[in-house]
């Protein structure tokens, strides 16, 4: 087996810097309209871009022609870290975040589209510091790797072979990478600029309506005000609750509405089988609140807007879901658990995985009454080979195992074990609030430093979708 290739990885982390100089310089223009100091992005910026220098002379001898899965793994895992480290930079030097742990914490929480906050009191922040957190999360739902694509394609590499380790889209649109990112980037644009448009036609500001916009489309849901949602009326709520659900579906589905290709929305299983679970529990909701609502409409909404919000990993609030009935609060928890559609910004296990679990099931229900019968896993009519059945129940078990890990540690560390299970879940989705102590209305701040650090881990292990990163500590990634 081929050594690693260390000179390419930098490469690679240099381009990830550079790219994060220039989003740091996106938040000038704000800060300039609201009369806010410049330093905290100009000095980030600078700090970045040295470190690109640096990065960039030691591997200018980069061989680009020789890239290994092996590499793709530690690049990508390192990218992520990198980005959400300096990341912090703004909320050091502004002072609105003095601690480095929670710093990184908010970082990662925002590029990993998770929406936790250890912040207080979003509303006295300024302005320019309010953007760069939202902003954090469309760059993060995109994927930091699909920019590299996109800027810098005479890296030379593969750029598939990188985009496929994100995680966040399995199935080639185009037959080249940056074909593929393109079109994302074109979908993903288009669905943030729709938004935007449709909330500043109702009760939003423009900034308000940006900030909104970026969090929804990325499944990210931090708010620029305190109590999310709950602040705006109703028709915000439903904008943002269908963007929500929008930002849960596969972009191949759009794609595929733009190409016209209807035969293969018809035969998409996972978009069907995610419609029908945001529309039972959605139901399921509204029954358990419609008699603590004044009207069917409030009990509808706020059911909609939560399940929705939990299931595609968004984490935005229409009402504080702690004063829910026993029922309702269960129902929330276990949707933690549902994830958006392959190929959305969401988090999670995703609805794929869970099909393949219940066909699954199925398979072994009729090989138990019929043991001579050939029941074959199918998705989408084509045949899961054995490979790709393991890879995805392996998924499902290590995520349930590392969910009880982060548990175990969390409460090991002071919290009580409500707030430990939906923070550790809620973290590893990235969803963003859970129960207990860490609400919808509430936030992370009381958490010990040691839980800051483990779910910021488990922010960055569930974007990057375990494996990626449980990879590098195997010994064989290791072997030469």
């Known amino acids: 087996m081929r050594m690693l290739n260390p000179l390419l990885i930098a490469r690679i982390l240099s381009t990830i810097l550079l790219i994060e100089s220039l989003a740091f310089l996106v938040c000038l223009p704000v800060a300039l ?27 200018i001898k980069a061989d680009t022609d020789k890239f290994s899965n092996r590499d793709g793994y530690l690049a990508v895992t390192l990218s992520w870290l990198v980005l959400t480290v300096m990341g912090a930079l703004p909320y050091l030097i502004s ?46 739902g995109l994927g930091i790797i699909v920019l590299v694509i996109i800027i810098l394609p005479s890296l030379k590499v593969t750029g598939y072979q990188l985009f496929s380790l994100e995680s966040s889209m399995k199935e080639k649109i185009h037959s080249k990478a940056q074909g593929v990112a393109i079109r994302m980037g074109i979908i993903y644009l288009g669905l943030t ?21 970026f969090g929804t489309v990325a499944t990210g849901g931090f708010s620029t005000k305190n109590n999310s949602l709950q602040f705006y009326s109703s028709y ?17 589905i ?33 029954l358990i609140l419609l008699p603590y609502s004044k009207t069917f409409e409030a009990a509808f909404r706020d059911g909609f807007f939560q399940i929705i919000s939990i ?63 050939l029941a074959p896993i199918k998705l989408n009519g084509t045949i899961v080979n054995e490979s790709t059945n393991n890879s995805i129940l392996s998924f499902v078990i290590l995520y349930i195992f590392l969910f009880i ?35 919808p209305m509430s936030n992370f701040s009381m958490m010990p430093q040691i839980s800051k650090i483990v779910l910021s881990i488990l922010m960055i292990v569930g974007r990057l979708e375990i494996i990626t990163v449980f990879t590098l500590f195997t010994r064989s990634f290791w072997r030469l």
């Open 95 to 140: 002072g609105t975040i003095p601690s480095f742990i929670n710093a990184f914490f908010e970082s990662t929480s925002g590029f990993t589209t998770t929406g936790a906050s250890i912040l207080t009191d979003v509303e006295v922040l300024p302005y320019s510091i309010l953007f760069w957190r939202s902003f954090t999360h469309w760059i993060g």
């Open 254 to 286: 759009y794609y595929y509405l733009a190409k016209f290709n209807f035969r293969k929305i018809k035969h998409n299983e996972e978009l069907w089988f995610y419609i029908t679970v945001a529309f039972i529990a959605g139901s399921i909701a509204t």
């Open 236 to 252: 915000s709520q439903y904008v943002v609750m269908i963007f929500m659900f929008l930002a849960g579906t596969s972009m191949l």
């Open 33 to 59: 309209i609201y009369k806010e100091p410049l330093t905290p992005f100009l000095w980030s910026s600078a700090i970045t871009v040295s470190f690109y220098a640096v990065l960039r002379i030691a591997s």
């Open 311 to 373: 299931m595609t990993c968004t984490g935005f609030a229409s009402t504080d879901f702690l004063f829910w009935p026993t029922a309702g609060l269960f129902l929330i928890f276990i949707m933690m658990f549902s994830g958006g559609s392959t190929g959305s910004t969401s988090g999670g296990i995703k609805m794929a995985r869970h099909l393949i679990v219940l066909k699954n099931i199925k398979s072994v229900i009729i090989r138990l009454n019929h043991p001579k019968a």
């Open 193 to 213: 600029l729709a938004e935007t448009i449709f909330l500043y036609m109702g009760d939003m500001t423009l900034f308000d309506s940006l900030c909104h916009s």
């Open 405 to 439: 890990i982060g548990t175990t540690i969390v409460v090991a560390a002071g919290s009580d074990p409500v707030t430990s299970a939906s923070s550790v879940a809620t973290c590893m989705a990235g969803i963003g609030p859970g129960l207990g102590t860490v609400g």
